[in-house]
């Protein structure tokens, strides 16, 4: 997996616990 795509995922985690 490539860091770039590790970071977009944690964002995009962030961002759906951030608005549950």
């Known amino acids: 997996m ?3 795509v590790a ?3 944690l964002v995009l ?3 759906g ?3 549950l």
């Open 2 to 4: 490539n860091r770039e």
């Open 13 to 15: 985690a962030m961002g």
């Open 17 to 19: 616990a951030r608005e």
């Open 7 to 9: 970071d977009a995922m």
